[in-house]
């Protein structure tokens, strides 16, 4: 029996263990792979690369953590980032409560002894006080289910399945369907390698350049120097990332200054043009039509043949899709073995033995790259078969949405504290889950110190919140009316609901202080097991 157990090794589980642990309780790790890292340890497929600033992601807690690592790139790749976490849980020496392999299949609630009983694949079981699922909010990889896919002859294979051998596609002829942030990784870094690549694209995405660059010696020393100078900005800012929106409309600066303001953005390194960008951005429809507008002009630009360049341009706003960073991305179409289907003009049909049937032709292919994303947010809490008070399963009671109080809790599930899951911390994942991550380790140790044995969470309270985070999104037309993961509506069949807090991070982290300070109000505690109290 364990007081917690964290669910997931990712950037979010490694650092949650690692300060449980801290604190003194007997805390397990299950991993269902068989190395630390989640994303970047799943992810590996070429080209998969950091587009947040490798020192504005990575832990800032410890000062030797940060003196003994070098970033050398301003966006760290895959195999830096997995190097990284696994550095980072030899050195804390967290891999001795870590269980690999170990694929959560179901957590249920014991109201008679106030525990949760938690099976892995292969039949192990373990007993926790405290559940804390963090399995993170992109690792249900989405498989689209065409007609024909077995029959496929070539290798068929997901961006988040990349064998960790890899997969020579030198010479090779290619596809890749999807074209967001994976997708767009992927045909930039393998365009020059394979014979011929087809991208089958459904929607094209707003891409900026990533302008990834490496570190001199005097850099590598300036990020380690100012490590917590970045975190700070981080913190204060609206979704963790280093950027805030310029204080100032769109249409308020004279039009020149306006196009020196975008092409800066569209220049500098990173999320800056999404971020640093005019505050009316998502606000003003206008507004996002004339940042739109410079991006479809570099889109013209850059693409040679003006129907390509058609293709690629996006008709959705700017932003209601998280947009992709590139690097010479828009450049691969100019490639002669290259090419681009829109899959809403010339749809796929069937996949066969030898490659893909579109309504014009069928393409033959020797591998077949799906890079259609994933059942993002609430997919992978609910493959955990949790099943709370009475048998109430998370599946159902997240049938029409997420359904939690802070993105921490959820009603009629009993000593569980969800860890950057939906409705909660939101923006630069690890940044804004460590202050939660903090919260949790202190409402546990508030709990025990108070002898209290089971809590739930109050039902109104988090009704409260459920309405407030859809308040918050329904506020702005221009992200009520978007299609993308955020809302669900990638994933057929799935109820179209906003599952993210989209407020900003410092009110966040605010109302969390309040509640700590308040002691709680919103759990209803009880010192012993609700059963046996009676
Ligand atoms: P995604 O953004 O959901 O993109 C999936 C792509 O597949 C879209 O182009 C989508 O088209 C297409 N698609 C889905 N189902 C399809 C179908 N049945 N037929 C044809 N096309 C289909 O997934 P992702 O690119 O894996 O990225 C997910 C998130 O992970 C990102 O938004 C980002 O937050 C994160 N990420 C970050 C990085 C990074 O640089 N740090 C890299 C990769 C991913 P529609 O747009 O029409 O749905």
Sequence with gaps: MHDAIVIGAGVNGIYQLHRLREAGLDVVTLEAGTSVGGTWFWNRYPG??????????????????????????EFADQPTLERYFNFVVDRLDLRRSIVFDARVVSCRWNESDAIWTVDIADGRQFRTKYLIPATGIMAVPYM???????????????TADWPREGIDLTGKRVAVVGVGSTGIQIVQTIAPQVEHLTVLQRTPNWAVPLANYTFTPERVREVKDNYLTYYDATADSRSCFLWNARPVNTFDVAPDEREAVYSELYHRPGMSFYQNNFQDLLSDAEANAEAARFLASK???????????????PMHPYATKRPPLETRYYEAYNQPNVDLISLPEEPIVRITKEGIQTTERVIPIDVLIVATGFDAI?????????????????????????????????????????????QGSNGNQPRCTTFVADWIVECIQYLR??????????????????????????????????ENWQWGSNIPGKKRAYMLYIGSQPDFRVLLEKIADEGYPQLHRSSAPVEAAQ
């Design 144 to 158: 689209p289910p065409w007609e024909g896919l077995d029959d496929f002859e070539g290798v068929k294979i997901h």
């Design 299 to 313: 889109i013209h630009q850059r693409v040679n043949d003006p129907e390509t360049a058609r293709k690629l341009t």
């Design 378 to 422: 609430t997919g992978s809490f609910l493959k955990l078969g949790i099943e709370g008070v009475g048998g109430q399963t998370l599946v159902e009671a997240w049938a029409d949405g997420p359904r939690t109080f802070m993105g921490i809790f959820g009603h009629g599930f009993p000593n569980m504290l969800i860890l950057g899951g939906p």
């Design 449 to 482: 110190a108070n002898g209290i044995e089971r809590f739930d969470v109050d039902e109104e309270a988090q009704h409260e919140w459920v309405d407030y985070c859809n308040e918050l999104v329904t506020s702005i037309p221009l992200l009520r009316d978007a």
């Design 48 to 73: 998969a690369r950091l587009d947040s600033e490798a020192y504005a992601y990575t832990y800032a807690f410890s000062k030797e953590l940060i003196e003994e690592w070098d970033w050398v790139e």
